[in-house]
């Protein structure tokens, strides 16, 4: 079945940087589209990116554009966001999400456990 | 604040029907998904464009959309119901956008 099992949590001070894995089972690694999602506490999801394994292509949402990074490692089927310049606000659950293989405009049909990243001074 | 604007609670009697809306003007032209979301597990997809089930949900559930609101109906409601449902679309170029969610209270 498919599964998108997440690293666990981290504990980052204020401008630090981070990297949370995605890795996956189950199913083709590579058409697929994998999006990352945030969880602030007491806050709504937020979409951050995607990435297309077998292109390479990335997007990445506006408000992060500058200091985030998606890369992946397909001998391990696994995706990697890499968050720079942290500041107390980017405190959440960030999530992992399958999307389609034929297009990015669509649903998340299988998501991660989610991995806590606490910054705190 | 939102682009999607969702009731941040609703509460309903098991049995009953729940009815979760999500509202923007943009739902006119876009295609609307719905995730159940369930403390300390990952969100599932329950709905997918507008009113699509995925294989495995309950046909209690339910999308529907109509001018600019998205609504998530869950017929026959049960405990396990309980979770905050987000609803979510694809704005623009590439720009995902998620409602505030709707915690469902079984009573």
């Known amino acids: 079945q498919v599964q998108l099992v997440q690293s666990g949590t981290e504990v980052r001070k204020p401008g630090a940087s981070v990297r949370l894995s995605c890795s996956t089972s189950?199913?083709?690694?590579?058409?697929?589209?994998i999006h990352w999602v945030r969880q602030a506490p007491g806050q709504g999801l937020e979409w951050m990116a995607w990435i297309k394994p077998n292109t390479g292509g990335l997007q990445y949402a506006p408000q992060f554009q500058d200091r985030v990074a998606l890369s992946t490692d397909p001998t391990i089927d696994s995706v990697f966001l890499q968050l720079s310049r942290l500041t107390l606000n980017d405190t959440a659950i960030y999530f992992c999400?399958?999307?389609?293989?034929?297009?990015?405009?669509?649903?998340?049909?299988?998501w991660g456990q989610g991995s806590l990243l606490i910054v705190s001074s | 604040s939102y682009v999607l604007i969702q009731p941040p609670s609703v509460s309903v009697a098991p049995g009953q029907t729940a009815t979760l809306t999500c509202r923007a003007d943009i739902i006119r032209i876009k295609r609307v998904h719905w995730y159940q979301h369930k403390v300390g597990q990952a969100p599932t997809l329950v709905i997918y464009?507008?009113?699509d089930r995925p294989s495995g949900i309950p046909d209690r559930f339910s999308g529907s959309t109509s001018a600019d609101t998205a609504t998530l109906t869950i017929s026959r409601v049960e405990a396990e119901d309980e979770a905050v449902y987000h609803c979510?679309?694809?704005?623009?170029?590439?720009?995902?956008?998620f409602g505030g969610g709707t915690r469902l209270t079984v009573l």
């Open positions: 979510h679309l694809w704005d623009g170029h590439s720009d995902g956008k």
């Open positions: 189950g199913y083709d690694f590579m058409p697929n589209y």
């Open positions: 464009d507008d009113s």
């Open positions: 999400a399958r999307g389609g293989d034929w297009d990015w405009k669509t649903p998340f049909d299988y």
